[in-house]
């Protein structure tokens, strides 16, 4: 294992955090994580327990550290409170335990929705977390990841599971930019680099596919990732808002598709800002998304996470 101070990581029982993991490991660097409950034992990790609102456990974690990456956040919730909470609060609680280190850096995960802070209190969340950022005086660097897949991942799952039955509802005709979470785990452990670039810098990065993915084109990717070809009927704005009002009525706070996530999913550009990319130098994406997108099903089926419906791989 490397002699370098460990890197202080928030977030790292979660879908990319676990990725960040691997990848440490794969680089031999020591990780200090937060974790809420008890977690089994993995080489170069100390996991502590807490939270982000848990002063003593920040501090914990922040000590002797040689970098902070801030993964941990609130993607879905019932209110503006909740977001407010787990991305604001959290953020600034974080912040003020890494103000303790010398020399820190500090990475931090934002959303490509902070763009548009007015679409949704996720995205207004995001940006208010990354003006505390920006003002904390810390050597920082922002990243706005566009939407994540690879395995472990829960929330494109469900489009994975769709294509398996022919048909994957997609939003209004627009674009989106997509990364692997491998990928993503590489740049934020790059990030942590010393380079000038790096510093007070917020990037957008992507799979490195010009203009993003049309909809209707992802979806049949991803019909093709699980062997099928699908049909991808483009919903309507107005039948996305209903579905989400009737996934509250039904589900409650448990909802996934509320009506706050709605007004995000209806907007019709998520591509990574070109401007924003990451230099080439630095870091690129090295797996292409068709390829990225099989290797997800595999490991889909591999885990039975698929069950018994469906066909496919």
């Not at 440490?24 to 990790?45: H, N, S």
């Not at 970098?67 to 956040?73: E, M, Q, R, S």
């Amino acid at each position: 294992m490397s002699a370098a101070p460990p890197i202080a990581l928030t977030g790292g029982t979660g879908f990319v955090g676990q990725a960040v993991l691997d990848e440490a490991a794969r680089r031999g660097l020591r990780v200090r994580a937060l974790a809420r409950r008890a977690m089994p034992p993995r080489e170069g990790v100390e996991w502590i327990r807490g939270d982000l609102h848990d002063d003593a456990a920040l501090a914990d974690l922040v000590a002797g550290a040689g970098g902070v990456l801030h993964i941990a956040g609130v993607v879905n919730a019932p209110d503006k409170a909740g977001f407010h909470a787990g991305n604001v609060v959290g953020t600034a609680n974080m912040l003020r335990a890494a103000k303790g280190l010398d020399a820190a850096r500090f990475v931090a995960v934002s959303s490509l929705s902070a763009r548009a802070p007015h679409l949704s209190d996720y995205g207004a969340s995001k940006r208010a977390a990354e003006e505390l950022v920006e003002a904390s005086g810390l050597d920082w660097t922002l990243i706005r990841p566009p939407a994540i897949y690879g395995p472990r991942d829960t929330e494109m799952f469900e489009l994975f599971r769709a294509a398996r039955l022919g048909v994957v509802p997609m939003p209004p005709a627009g674009r989106a930019s997509v990364i692997h979470a491998d990928d993503l785990a590489r740049l934020l452990l790059d990030a942590l680099g010393a380079e000038a670039e790096w510093q007070g810098a917020v990037f957008e990065p992507d799979d490195g596919r010009p203009g993003g993915w049309p909809h209707g084109e992802l979806a049949r990717a991803i019909g093709e990732a699980v062997g099928r070809r699908v049909w991808a009927p483009a919903m309507p704005a107005a039948l996305v808002k209903a579905a989400a009002r009737i996934d509250r009525l039904l589900r409650g706070d448990k909802a996934r598709l509320t009506p706050d996530r709605a007004r995000y999913m209806i907007h019709p550009d998520w591509v990574a800002d070109p401007a924003r990319s990451v230099p080439a130098f630095l870091w690129q994406p090295r797996i292409a998304t068709p390829e990225g997108l099989a290797q997800t099903a595999r490991w889909y089926a591999q885990q039975g996470w698929f069950g018994r419906g469906g066909s496919g791989t």
